[in-house]
């Protein structure tokens, strides 16, 4: 059996082929993809009731706003999909960065995990309570980091390709 040390691992440089450059670039499509259908599912249902309404009030809202829930949590449900795709690749890219010993990668997974057990939960209870403008806040800025990571994603691809062709 070989084994790889530490330092032998650290010399070998990371080889990229044209299916990892493209791979990369559709995890970047999945990040931006997640922040469209999530921005999407956040408004699918409408305006929710007051916190303060009536129990008539938000069984009405419930009735009346009954396919664009559904719709809110289908969107939802495929954004997460993208994000997860598209963590996959973020974890690979933190991975090499760091020669795969992935610790900023851990902790961007223990990130999301957290994140995600409470916007999971958050379709069914928003709509039973005041629009949180503080969580929205939040969530779009959110949003705009993983646009950015997903551009940066994008242009490491693009320039692994072009150092490539110039490279034959």
């Known amino acids: 059996m070989t084994t790889i040390t530490d330092s032998e691992r650290i010399q070998r440089a990371p080889t990229f082929t044209a299916t990892d450059d493209a791979g990369a670039r559709l995890a970047a499509a999945m990040g931006v993809a997640f922040v469209a259908l999530s921005v999407a599912s ?36 495929l954004g997460l999909a993208a994000l997860i795709w598209w963590f996959g690749a973020l974890w690979r890219t933190l991975s090499r960065a760091e020669h795969e010993r992935p610790r900023l990668a851990v902790v961007a997974a223990v990130g999301l995990a957290v994140g995600a057990s409470l916007i999971v939960p958050s379709p069914a209870t928003k709509n039973a309570t005041a629009y949180n403008v503080a969580g929205l806040v939040a969530f779009f800025v959110w949003c705009v980091w993983i646009v950015a990571v997903s551009v940066t994603m994008w242009r490491s691809a693009d320039a692994r390709a072009a150092g490539a062709l110039a490279g034959r």
């Open 42 to 77: 956040t408004f699918a249902a409408g305006a929710p009731p007051a916190s303060d309404a009536s129990a008539a009030k938000v069984a009405a809202f419930f009735h009346d706003h009954s396919g664009g829930i559904r719709a809110q949590l289908l969107l939802g449900a």
